[in-house]
Nanobody, 122 residues
Framework: QVQLVESGGGLVQAGGSLRLSCTAS????????MAWFRQAPGKEREFVSA???????NYAESVKGRFTISRENAKYTVYLQMDSLKHEDTAVYFC????????????????WGQGTQVTVSS
């Protein structure tokens, strides 16, 4: 099993920045891709960004140019730098992991963190 713990959420004004972190523990050798999803109230969980062990990245169109994903493999940690935040970025952000290449469907990820709240005030 893999355990994921997120941190870094909070309240920020529109135009501001936040950095989320997620650290994996347990069977970390089985992890190849790590990703971030988010879920706003009343909406479905949606893909935000992902990164592979080799550094390949993928971003949702809505966050391209504003969010940057990175990874420290030695620490089994992934980061999501969020800049130019908008009110519509308000959501609970979840860290996920899987043992193969990136997919953008939530059902493709077996391991999930508890989530961290990001609130952007307009």
């Amino acid at each position: 099993q893999v355990q994921l713990v997120e941190s870094g959420g909070g309240l920020v004004q529109a135009g501001g920045s936040l950095r989320l972190s997620c650290t994996a523990s347990g069977r970390t050798s089985s992890i190849y891709s790590m990703a971030w999803f988010r879920q706003a109230p009343g909406k479905e969980r949606e893909f935000v960004s992902a990164i592979t062990l080799s550094g390949t990245t993928n971003y949702a169109e809505s966050v391209k140019g504003r969010f940057t994903i990175s990874r420290e493999n030695a620490k089994y940690t992934v980061y999501l730098q969020m800049d130019s935040l908008k009110h519509e970025d308000t959501a609970v952000y979840f860290c996920t992991a899987r043992s193969s290449s990136i997919v953008t469907m939530a059902a493709g990820y077996p391991y999930w963190g508890q989530g961290t709240q990001v609130t952007v005030s307009s």
